[in-house]
């Protein structure tokens, strides 16, 4: 089996190809029906011709928050919070953006006149995440004064537009740092349309992590480790596919954060819990079939994931024919299908 690198999944990516917002209407984006060897150029809403009766369609019905937060230390120096994840109690755990870190215990003044006790690092006193206590809810604050966490690559600040449109038709779970973006080119159109056409759905809950952009560091990729995320399988959805494969349909992923769940309850048989698996080339998948994606940074662990599912060569040439083509990349770009190669 062919070992490979992390210079194995850079490509060559123009960036007035990097969407920079979404496209006017969620259907209209772009699919590159990447099921066979050649490529086939779609428009999104034309999906569900793509799928069969019987087929099971499962999705991530995480919400994303508006979990940047900014504020200052009492010594004057401004900072911003990137909440990552909501604990019990008014507690949180965040990135922080700031030129020298206060000390543990510092009160910071939070804009919208809240406050966030330091309480130390995460998840040990040598991680890179913090630990803060919030003076009320924090959920409730980052409704009231929280910006949409855009991409690093995305340009502009948060808008109105970004509120609804960084957001799936599927949200229904609030803890998402980032939105399971393959979801984005849903809409009531598209769920009549596949209703009509027989395809069931059901759901899992992934909280999308800012770990997801982080970038692999090392050559030899068997040496990256993966940031960890919580996730949760109801037995709805367990039965769902029980039942789907009893009946000979297939399992239909919507974004990697779905295929990422589905294979580690595979893997582990947990329905709940973190998962921080990291799927490349070589991966036995059990549940999925196919899969609705995005198109991924260069060298990144989602391009790694989408190789082992579709086989490398064929990803890579399929990402060339984007290129060429014009696709538009990333959160809010156009939108791939693809089938498990064994």
């Known amino acids: ?35 066979h060897s050649r490529p086939a150029d779609r428009v999104f809403r034309e999906l569900p011709a793509l799928l069969s009766p019987g087929d099971l369609m499962i999705c991530n019905d995480t919400q994303v928050v508006k979990a940047r937060l900014f504020g200052g230390k009492p010594t ?4 911003e919070l990137l909440v990552e994840r909501v604990l019990a109690n008014g507690e949180v755990v965040a990135h922080m953006k700031v030129s020298k870190k206060p000390p543990v215990g510092t009160v910071l003044a939070m804009d919208g006149g809240f406050t966030a006790t330091l309480l130390g690092r995460w998840p040990d006193p040598e ?39 960084y957001q799936t038709v599927f949200a229904r779970s609030p803890g998402a740092v980032a939105a399971p973006t393959a979801a984005l080119h849903f809409d009531d159109s598209v769920l009549a349309s596949l209703d009509a056409c027989g395809v069931r759905r059901a759901a899992i809950t992934l909280h999308v992590g800012a770990g997801t952009f982080q970038p692999v560091k090392t050559e030899d990729i068997a040496r990256h480790r993966m940031h960890s995320e919580w996730y949760e399988i109801p037995a709805a959805t367990q039965d769902a596919i029980t039942r789907t494969r009893r009946e000979g349909g297939r399992i239909i992923a919507v974004g990697t954060t779905t295929v990422r769940t589905l294979e580690t309850w595979a893997a582990t048989g947990r329905a709940q819990g973190d998962t921080d698996i990291f799927i490349t080339p070589g991966f036995r998948f059990r549940v999925v ?3 609705i994606t995005n198109f991924h940074l260069p060298k990144s662990t989602l391009m790694m994931l989408v190789s082992a599912f579709a086989g490398y060569e ?26 498990r190669r064994t």
Do not use: C, N, W
């Open 127 to 165: 991680g890179a995440l913090f630990h803060l206590r919030f003076s009320e809810d924090p959920f409730g604050l980052m409704e009231r004064h929280g910006h949409v966490p855009l991409p690093p690559y995305i340009e502009h600040e948060d808008t109105a537009q970004d509120v609804d449109r």
């Open 289 to 291: 079939d196919l899969m």
């Open 76 to 79: 004057g120096g401004k900072l």
């Open 1 to 35: 089996m062919r070992t490979f690198s992390l210079g194995d999944f850079d490509f060559a990516l123009p960036p007035e190809l990097i969407a920079q917002h979404p496209a006017p209407e969620r259907s209209a984006s772009r699919l590159l029906d990447g099921r």
């Open 314 to 339: 064929h990803v890579m040439a399929l990402y060339r024919h984007a290129v060429a083509q014009r696709y538009r990349f990333f959160s809010y770009g156009d939108a791939m299908l693809l089938e």
